[in-house]
């Protein structure tokens, strides 16, 4: 099956080219079914598809534009090899969009999945910044600290008095130690967030293992039910 595509994608905006790896098969058509149900446009996205051949679809879309404003109601453009048809049976459209039924719900795990990775970042990323303050002021101090450390030498080498440089140097050792022990409790809170996005990421990889199996049943069950349809007649043969 060379292709297959939804009415309403015709008119999808060009600020995002999805370029499929080959020749549209059937395991495209989601790409096409986002445009068609408005998923892209739900979060911001306006999708073309092109196919990734190099040499274009123009011709295609430009047939799809036409059927749409001859036809009523949703339809789908088909092409197999140099035959090309459309099917509006809504009980064969309901099939088919039915096979993408289990992608969706995959996707709407990982999206949900997605979300929860993200606020565990957000906190992660407030415990980072506390972090990288804290070390700035550590690096401030360590600086402190080696100044001290060549003034009381040059003092010692002279048989000069260093008692006083010794105080600061116990003051800044004080204030590094607290600093430490900030660190430390920070680091403490940040360990359960960095588990849970270890146990969360080890989730979204069984969804994507799981949404590619999924894809491949789909791709099957849509080529079968357009295969079908052209068998019967639900899908008209266009000249």
């Known amino acids: 099956m060379a292709g297959i595509l939804p009415s309403r994608a015709a008119f999808a ?105 993200s606020r565990i970042g957000d906190q992660q990323s407030k415990i980072g910044m506390q972090q990288s303050r804290i070390g700035e002021q550590q690096s401030e101090i360590g600086a402190q600290q080696a100044e001290i450390a060549m003034r009381m030498a040059r003092r010692q080498a002279r048989g000069q008095d260093t008692r006083d440089l010794e105080r600061t140097a116990d003051e800044l050792s004080d204030q590094m130690e607290a600093l430490s022990r900030q660190q430390e409790k920070l680091s403490e809170q940040m360990e359960p967030f960095s588990r849970q996005q270890e146990e969360l990421g080890s989730q979204m990889e069984r969804l994507s293992r799981e949404m590619e199996r999924a894809s491949r049943t789909t791709s099957r069950q849509v080529r079968a039910l357009i295969e079908r349809a052209i068998e019967d007649g639900s899908a008209e043969p266009l000249r």
């Open 13 to 117: 905006a060009d600020k995002v080219i999805l370029r499929t790896n080959w020749l549209f098969y059937g395991s495209h058509s989601v790409f096409f079914l986002g445009i068609d149900k408005g998923y892209y446009d739900q979060n911001g996205l306006d999708v073309v598809v092109k196919q990734g051949n190099g040499s274009g679809n123009t011709a295609d879309w430009k047939e799809v534009r036409k059927l749409r404003g001859r036809l009523d109601g949703d339809f789908l453009w088909v092409r197999d090899g140099e035959r090309r048809f459309v099917i509006q049976d809504s009980d064969v459209l309901e099939k088919i969009e039915d096979a993408f039924a289990p992608q969706s719900e995959i996707g709407a795990r990982q999206s949900k999945l997605g979300a929860h990775q």
